[in-house]
């Protein structure tokens, strides 16, 4: 879907409030899943996200249009997210699911997958990731997510997190390397 950002942006300042509808909608599974990502709880990132376009909308005279909408959206979003997660000093839960919503049993009788013991083994297999990804430090999480949850490049990722296109290749970099050690030690435990 093409999204012409600025020319929605520009309806809703003449007063078009409606327009900003489909922001929301193309926007609202990506913000959703960052924040999904990050808190590991369906409620939470309901919340957020309904928080996120709320901000964005009232915020919006302040928006200044050199940037992208979705980046300063993903901003406003994760932002949201760390004041979340500090006020409630935790960090990822436990997964209800996936973020769609729909169970491995219910892809596979749908026939999104050749059989359902493949699709069990790779939602094992995303299991295990996410529990990995939890234990990462916010800062790390929020890179990977942005980075490969999100397919965002590490110039926007620098952008959205607030740093430099360095740091956030650093910590993507670090966060990776993090993953393949847990990874690796939660491999040799299941054997």
Known sequence: MTLDERSIIAAVRRGDTAAFASLVEAYQGPVFNLAYRLTGSRQDAEDLTQEAFLKAFASLD???????FFSWLFTIALNLTRNHLKKNRRGVGEAAGPPDGRNVEDRAADGEAEGAEELL?????????????AVLPLEQREAVVLRYYQGLPFEEVAEIAGVSSGAARMRVQRALESLRKIMAESEDEQA
């Open 121 to 133: 083994v790779r939602r094992s297999e995303l299991d295990r990731l996410d529990a990995a990804l």
């Open 62 to 68: 302040g928006f200044r249009e050199d940037r992208r």
